[in-house]
């Protein structure tokens, strides 16, 4: 059976006028809190040579996953990045997930809300919002594919706050 970790990025810098918002950078808060959360990840985290992992282009989406990566075992150098996750609707992050090869096991996509909580809820028929660093852990129907994926073909397996 396929997994897919929707992981939002960890708490960043406030907003201001000096800095533009793609470029906002992770807290020490939000490293910690990250950390403490990749850790609780790992207890349940199979690594297997068929895991991809998927960010945002965003600063703090991509140091987000460059905490919870060594700590799964997974390589940094290997996170491909998308801007197509930055500020997207559910639709456009599902369409980056429909474009991954049948042959991988599982995804750790690292992103933003209210995207990332948005389909969550789409793809489980669940209700949650996901906070800076929680971790939505999706479990797709038997049968199904990461190109397959649509509404209700998946359900929520765990939520990691």
């Known amino acids: 059976m396929k997994t897919l970790y929707l992981i939002r990025h960890a708490k960043a810098e406030e907003h201001s006028f000096s800095k533009d ?35 945002s282009t965003a600063n703090r989406a991509i140091q987000t996953a ?3 990566c060594p700590i799964l075992g997974l390589d940094v150098a290997a996170i491909q990045q998308t801007r197509d996750i930055y500020e997207a609707h559910l639709t456009d992050i599902l369409a980056v997930i429909n474009s991954v090869p049948e042959s ?10 209210p995207g990332l909580s948005n389909l969550t809820n789409y793809l489980s028929h669940s209700i949650i919002e996901l906070a800076t660093s929680n971790v939505a852990v ?12 649509a509404g209700g073909s998946a359900s929520l397996a765990g939520l990691l706050k």
């Not at 991988?104 to 809300?113: A, E, I, K, P, S």
């Not at 049968?143 to 994926?149: A, E, K, S």
């Open 21 to 55: 918002d793609f470029d906002r950078d992770l807290q020490d808060k939000g490293i910690t809190r990250a950390t403490r959360i990749a850790q609780e990840l790992k207890e349940r985290f199979q690594q297997t040579e068929n895991t991809l992992v998927i960010s």
């Open 66 to 68: 460059e905490v919870f």
């Open 104 to 113: 991988v096991d599982q995804v750790l996509v690292f992103g933003h809300n």
């Open 138 to 149: 999706l479990q797709l129907e038997e049968g199904i594919t990461f190109p397959m994926l």
